[in-house]
């Protein structure tokens, strides 16, 4: 079969195929499910006539795709920018991405979900309605795959997860990788042992944290001073919201 993708938010942003500043992961593997299955995978080009056409989108705010749509046998449209319900097929869901098919990501980096859903209840997201509360999803050895060791991480709350997640976090130190939690951290979980763990992993650049209201000022000041104190040196970088 010959099957065509297509990035929804990437084309909007960069008006070009499959340009994104992070890869579409669901894309990614369900590139990899066909390859496997020896199909053809290709970005979609209008005009051409495809078997299936996988339209991914993300976001809500994002337009949708407005060139001709590409001639296809059958049309997938999946991503919370159109369904927050949408799913990838279960036998796609934790196979490795194929990452190839963004040339922007280099043959040392990966990206995955340690846990899946949060604790939180904030009103700007749809993650506990789409994924429900904090629970452990997939090993960190099961992303680091293929000398892949620098880790775009983009778990929504990983501290919420416990001790699953100092046991990641233990991993990570013990594997030498260097992460970056994109999604950002929730300073109100750092407790002293949290901080002692997030001192001692190798960060791409620096640690984030989500502060979404005034209130959570006060416990990022608190989770700096415990993270300096544990031996951090480095850079943070904190989400604030308008208000």
């Not at 990437?10 to 008006?15: D, E, L, N, Q, S």
């Not at 949708?64 to 991503?79: E, H, L, R, S, T």
């Not at 280099?106 to 509360?133: H, M, N, Q």
Request: charged share 30%; net charge neutral.
């Amino acid at each position: 079969m010959k099957i065509g993708l297509v990035d929804i938010d990437g084309h909007a942003k960069k008006k070009k195929w499959g340009a994104t500043i992070y890869p579409n992961l669901a894309l990614c593997k369900i590139a990899r499910w066909h390859k496997q299955q020896g199909d053809d995978v290709e970005w979609a080009f209008p005009f051409e006539h495809y078997d299936v056409v996988y339209m991914a989108k993300v976001f809500t705010h994002t337009e949708d795709y407005n060139q001709v749509i590409p001639n296809a046998d059958k049309i997938i449209k999946g991503g919370t920018g159109y369904d927050v319900n949408s799913r990838l097929p279960e036998e796609a869901e934790k196979i490795v991405p194929d990452y190839s098919i963004y040339p922007f990501v280099d043959d040392k980096t990966a990206y995955g979900f340690l846990t899946r859903g949060c604790i939180r209840k904030c009103p700007w997201c749809v993650v506990p309605r789409k994924e429900g509360s904090i629970h452990p999803y997939q090993d960190v050895d099961e992303i680091a795959v293929d000398g892949r060791t620098n880790l775009i991480l983009m778990d929504n709350n990983i501290l919420a997860a416990g001790d699953y997640a100092k046991a990641q976090l233990r991993k990570i130190i013990e594997r030498g990788y260097r992460v970056d939690f994109n999604q950002a951290l929730d300073a109100r979980l750092v407790t002293d042992e949290y901080a002692r763990l997030l001192a001692k992993v190798k960060w791409i650049k620096r640690i984030r944290f989500g502060c979404d209201t005034p209130g959570q000022i006060e416990h990022c000041e608190k989770a700096i001073k415990l993270i300096d104190a544990a031996g951090y040196k480095g850079e943070y970088f904190f989400y604030c919201m308008l208000h």
